[in-house]
């Protein structure tokens, strides 16, 4: 089993940045890869960014491709998602994912409680 815990989510202002922490432990030796999801009210999940367990290769969702970064630190087996120039339609709530696939919901064995983040216009 793998446990994720989310931290840093919260309330910005349009144009304002946050950076959301992931933290894995448990048999971490299973995951592939790490992601980010997020759930609007009244939406599906859906992928917003994922890296490689390595840290080499990072994918991104189209609508957040520049604005947003993801990153991990391997000593802490934890995972960055840094959001700049954020914007009221980035308010959802975000899951961290980990698991064997990059973009699909499917592919993602284990999720965290999520966080929720805000952004008022």
């Known amino acids: 089993q793998v446990q994720l815990v989310e931290f840093g989510g919260g309330l910005v202002q349009s144009g304002g940045s946050l950076r959301l922490s992931c933290a894995a432990s448990g048999r971490t030796s299973s995951i592939y890869y790490m992601g980010w999801f997020r759930q609007a009210p009244g939406k599906e999940r859906e992928f917003v960014a994922a890296?490689?367990?390595?840290?080499?290769?990072?994918y991104y969702a189209d609508s957040v491709k520049g604005r947003f970064t993801i990153s991990r630190d391997n000593a802490k087996n934890t995972v960055y998602l840094q959001m700049n120039s954020l914007k009221p339609e980035d308010t959802a709530v975000y899951y961290c994912a980990a698991g064997r696939g990059s973009r699909l919901y499917a592919d993602y064995d284990y999720w965290g409680q999520g966080t929720q983040v805000t952004v008022s216009s």
């Open positions: 890296i490689t367990w390595s840290g080499v290769n990072t």
